[in-house]
């Protein structure tokens, strides 16, 4: 008598738990929609560029080697130029003059003497001299 009341038993189990199944796994299936839809509207929309109310700016950035790169940053009215490298950002230069669109908008050498490199030679040399 035993055995023919564990058999009804084993059995609901077992329909109790695929469709547990089949609800795990759709609603697994919806939140991995739900973050890789999330990701594509956040890499679209530029992300989070709202969040420091515009205060702060990634106006150039360069790479300086495979995982290296300098990056001019404006925070309010200052401009700061950072090192970015794999777990470590670093400040190398705080500009007493900011670098404007204006620079951006004069003349270029035939070497290119208007780019961001060569205004960086320019801004580390005046800086160096000061020193």
């Known amino acids: 008598m035993g055995a023919a009341w564990a058999k009804p038993e084993a059995s609901a189990a077992s329909a109790v738990d695929a469709g547990a199944l089949i609800r795990l796994t759709g609603g697994l299936f919806f939140v991995i929609l739900f973050i890789l839809g999330l990701s594509w509207a956040l890499r679209r929309f530029g992300g989070f560029s709202g969040y ?40 190398l230069l705080v500009l007493d003059e900011p670098v ?32």
């Open 52 to 91: 420091a109310g515009g205060k702060i700016k990634a106006l150039a950035s360069i790479p300086v080697g495979n995982r290296e790169r300098v990056v001019l940053v404006q925070v309010g009215k200052q401009q700061l130029l950072i090192g970015v490298a794999p777990g470590r950002v670093q400040t």
């Open 100 to 131: 404007t669109d204006a620079d951006a908008e004069k003349p270029r050498s035939a070497s290119g003497g208007g780019s961001f490199a060569e205004r960086l030679r320019r801004v580390m040399q005046q800086q160096n001299e000061k020193s």
